[in-house]
């Protein structure tokens, strides 16, 4: 009796392989639809190819298959300005609600000003302080409360759409294909860990422990009722840009990623820690050079530096020198965002 | 052609979960067999059962399945001493032969001369000033090499053999069986992750991006020929022990544990942590009160406390309090080490 149930689970299990490698090969010949056919879609089936193919010399075995990809230009949309950025400036009058005495000091009497031309000149510094102001000092509980309220409220002002719908097609099919394939897909971005968390899993399956992002510390605490709690504090653990990704990978998942996805001088080092690893490595930047369908910008257009996004042309120079493939969203990507034609 | 593929896909696949289905069924009466009956046992069963049988009130998606263990003196022996400070002070000779004007500071000196009174006298700042000095300071590569060499050829006082084959066995069976019932198996140690990460793949089937462990940082640089590498930095990032237990989960893994498991005081807090979730949530706590087979120690014992693993009265009593379940080592476990009959 147990052997003919052990049997029979072979021989259907021999069934279903057989059938499945029928369906998977069928359905292989078409995973990147919304790429045109061009050197950036062929350098990743190519590399889904030679590591994941039994026998092949670059074979990796599944635990190893790992692919990180930087978020904010890479991923979806980050011009004019970064959406957690956009979150911040909004969260302000909340924070001066709670604390009136932040109404006359700098960089919130600014900010509060609604003077564009005094907010665009506000230094980094500045920007540390409001970040600060309005993503810690709170439980996780609240911080993951008034997130979710902006995420499902706040519109990007041209396509007048929730920021979480402006991702780029061509980019999550490369989700999905990787992960058909075995690669556990990461986010590592130099957005805040806890923002992106909110939301990676529904717009991008990646799940909140696939998720490495700046990082602040918090703190283990106690309600009056003595439930314990989590409160958010003001104290950099992770600054997860240039070689905070590397530093950031490592510590996070502590194996090197074969492939890896970037768009601007902030990926240079986990592209460089990526390709220098042996066997098959992928690299690959998105350039945006498409004014009319998203962006242009950045030297490597000939276009001014935007503050956001720099893809410099020393970048474009390493890129071509060490074999990264850069991605024109304007020549490779037939279609980018899912509620375009 | 194509529909009758998916049809016959269709009722294999569904030959195969009945199958299965029977198979699991009959395994499962025997999933944890180095425990004796009883609370512990039962309350383990009890809450795989609850959190993973479909239509159960208490069921718990498999994303969100997370279970926590500590591991030195939960998943493996932490008496006399932690392994990882055996290392750093085996480690002592090669850093002062690097160094040499080490020799004459202390805590270095009293390290070098082998009295081991004055050895057993050094303070906590004196052993982190060993800890930083033996783990810190050279690449990530280099400090896998050492450790691995260690690890190979270290041998416990008591057992002599391998640290590694120091592993509890009703243990090991209670990680394959949350893993055979969807849960994702996290070490969250004091003790170094970078350490840790080394064998624990190998030892409990846990890989690296799911260990949480003390964490320093690392630096990221470039080799002579321009191939970057990182630096294991004297930076402490995540002190993994008491409140750093739930603020390196928040962290590394972003999702509450549902079940936790440890052995001391500095286990409290992610217990704790791991309780306060709503819905079925189990949390529990080796006792080592078997000092023939391995070791009875902690004040809850009535013995004096060990410089390790303090299980206080307070903690029994914190228990008792708030539904942990503590695992007798004596009554509960019919067999501690695999190499014992």
């Not at 061009?38 to 635990?63: C, L």
Request: aromatic letters at 12%; charged letters at 25%; glycine letters at 8%.
């Amino acid at each position: 009796m147990k052997w003919t149930r052990r049997h029979l689970l072979a021989v259907v299990l021999g069934a279903v392989a057989v059938l499945a490698w029928g369906t998977q090969v069928h359905a292989q010949t078409d995973q990147l639809p919304s790429w045109n056919e061009g050197a950036a879609k062929q350098a990743i089936v190519k590399f889904v190819e030679a590591t994941t193919t039994q026998g092949s010399p670059k074979f990796v075995p599944p635990a190893e298959r790992i692919a990180t990809f930087d978020q904010d230009g890479t991923l979806w949309v980050e011009h004019p300005m970064y959406s957690q950025v956009v979150y911040c400036f909004d969260r302000v009058p909340a924070v001066i609600k709670a604390k009136p005495e932040l109404a006359n000091v700098e960089p919130f009497k600014t900010v509060m000003s609604g003077n564009r031309d005094a907010i665009a000149k506000l230094s980094m510094d500045d920007l540390f302080k409001i970040l600060a102001a309005t993503l810690t000092g709170m439980s996780v509980e609240d911080f993951r409360a008034e997130a979710k309220k902006w995420l499902d409220s706040a519109r990007d002002p041209r396509w007048k759409r929730p920021y979480t719908e402006l991702t780029y097609v061509p980019m999550q099919e490369v989700l999905k294909y990787l992960r058909a394939n075995g690669y556990r897909t990461y986010i590592v971005t130099g957005g805040g860990q806890d923002f992106v968390r909110m939301y990676a899993d529904e717009v991008y399956g990646i799940p909140p422990e696939q998720v490495v992002g700046t990082a602040s510390g918090t703190k283990y605490g106690y309600t009056k009722n003595g439930e314990p709690f989590l409160t958010k504090e003001p104290k950099l653990l992770l600054n997860d840009n240039n070689a905070g990704k590397p530093e950031g990978i490592y510590l996070m998942i502590g194996r090197r990623p074969f492939a890896a996805f970037g768009n601007s001088t902030g990926d240079r080092q986990m592209l460089e820690y990526t390709k220098a690893g042996a066997g098959e490595r992928l690299a690959m930047l998105v350039l945006h050079d498409d004014a009319q369908r998203e962006y242009a910008y950045g030297p490597a257009q000939g276009l001014p530096a935007s503050k956001v996004g720099t893809f410099t042309q020393a970048l474009y120079d390493q890129a071509k020198r060490e074999g990264w493939v850069v991605i024109s969203m304007k020549k490779d990507w037939k279609r980018i965002f899912s509620f375009e034609p």
